[in-house]
């Protein structure tokens, strides 16, 4: 089992920054690839952000592509989405998830282990 505890969410202004920590306990962090979703109201739940186990692999969607950036410190066990340039669209509940094996998926499907996810507002 893994434990994961989102934080970080909050109102921001757009243009604003936020970041977003995941902390996981239980099993071994550095065996699982992490992912960051996120679901907007009236929408189906997305992934947003993903990382391989080592950090080495990285993947964004094309909606936050530039202005978002995923990391990990397998040390802490502690995922991170730390968020730029935030946009009104960017509004949404965002789950980090782990995935068991060192790749990440696209599909929330292959994801075992969720947080309780974290509200994030951008204001106009």
């Known amino acids: 089992q893994v434990q994961l505890v989102e934080s970080g969410g909050g109102l921001v202004q757009a243009g604003g920054s936020l970041r977003l920590s995941c902390a996981a306990s239980g099993r071994t962090f550095s065996g699982y690839a992490m992912a960051w979703f996120r679901r907007a109201p009236g929408k189906e739940r997305a992934i947003v952000s993903a990382i391989n186990w080592s950090g080495s692999r990285t993947y964004y969607s094309d909606s936050v592509k530039g202005r978002f950036t995923i990391s990990r410190d397998n040390t802490k066990n502690m995922a991170t989405l730390q968020m730029n340039s935030l946009k009104p669209e960017d509004t949404a509940v965002y789950y980090c998830?782990?995935?068991?094996?060192?790749?990440?998926?696209?599909?929330?499907?292959?994801?075992?282990?969720w947080g309780q996810g974290t509200q994030v507002t951008v204001s106009s």
């Open positions: 998830a782990a995935k068991e094996g060192r790749d990440f998926y696209g599909s929330s499907r292959f994801y075992d282990y």
